[in-house]
């Protein structure tokens, strides 16, 4: 599949890491209005309650069905709080799974949009099942027999992002992150020094170049400079035409095509990457 090989090097990673976060960034709630027509969100995972941090429902793309889902940060400290800066419970990815289980039914695309730091590791989510809730989310979206594509649009963290990114593209914004925890946390971990942060983000090959790289992105939306958030009404443009290409890769593939291709896809990533450091062999 076609991608951007270079996304604007002037910028270091730290830097991307910032504009991943800032808090101007268009979010799944704006993504949704600018891309789609007639939203209509559907709450609850008809077990424990609603989670405000996972965004979903059923909407229309250029005439057709589609089921969007993504993670909601909110826009002020109030809209922060409730939805946990966008750190999902276990009752938001359980409705996501709900979505994505009545989106197989109807043969409706699914398209998702990832930004969380993770997912929300408070006392009460793990009581109800935060593990199991991601570990379930990951194997229905392996198996789900409609094209998926997902979208990285700011700060994609650990398991709380990947279960909602398995998709047959993964498209990402220039200045997004996609990484196995956040900088500051890979530095606490590996140097006992959370300030080591932008060192961290030089060695964790967590920029959309990176990750096109390595195999785990399919394509690279471009941002305007100064990040999306300087000109949103151009970055949902490309997203657009974007999204519009990449559903119609799978237009002619039966469900069970498209699972092997996902199922394909997730095994084969960072292979490309590690073939080139001659050590594949090693592992």
């Given at each position: ?61 250029h005439g057709a069905p589609v089921t969007v889902i993504g993670h909601r940060k909110g826009r002020n400290l109030d809209e922060h709080l409730r939805y946990h800066f966008g750190m999902p419970s276990p009752e938001g990815y359980r409705k996501a799974g709900r979505l994505m289980a009545q989106a197989e039914k ?178």
């Amino acid at each position: 599949m076609a991608g951007k090989k270079d996304a604007k090097p002037n910028l270091t990673p730290a830097e991307r890491v910032a504009l991943a976060r800032h808090a101007g960034r268009p979010g799944t709630a704006e993504f949704i209005d600018a891309l789609f027509d007639d939203f209509f969100e559907m709450k609850g995972d008809r077990l424990c309650g609603e989670d405000g941090s996972v965004l979903g429902g059923v909407a229309m793309f250029h005439g057709a069905p589609v089921t969007v889902i993504g993670h909601r940060k909110g826009r002020n400290l109030d809209e922060h709080l409730r939805y946990h800066f966008g750190m999902p419970s276990p009752e938001g990815y359980r409705k996501a799974g709900r979505l994505m289980a009545q989106a197989e039914k109807f043969q409706r695309p699914v398209i998702t949009f990832i930004d969380t730091p993770g997912a929300y590791p408070g006392l009460e989510a793990e009581a109800h099942g935060q593990g199991d809730a991601i570990a379930r989310s990951l194997a229905r979206m392996s198996r789900l027999r409609v094209p998926v594509i997902s979208v990285i649009t700011g700060e994609g963290g650990s398991g709380g992002a990947l279960a909602l990114a398995m998709g047959n593209s993964v498209l990402m914004l220039e200045n997004a992150v996609y990484s196995v925890l956040s900088p500051e946390g890979f530095a606490a971990v590996l140097w006992k020094d959370a300030s080591r942060s932008a060192e961290a983000s030089e060695v964790m090959k967590l920029t959309a170049a990176d990750l096109l790289e390595m195999g785990v992105i399919d394509e690279i939306i471009e941002e305007p400079a100064g990040g999306a958030h300087e000109h949103p009404k151009a970055v949902f443009k490309k997203l657009d035409s974007a999204i519009s290409r990449h559903l119609q890769l799978y237009e002619d593939m039966n469900g069970s095509a498209l699972s092997a291709h996902r199922c394909k896809k997730f095994a084969a990533m960072g292979k490309r990457y590690l073939t080139n450091l001659d050590i594949e062999q090693d592992l």
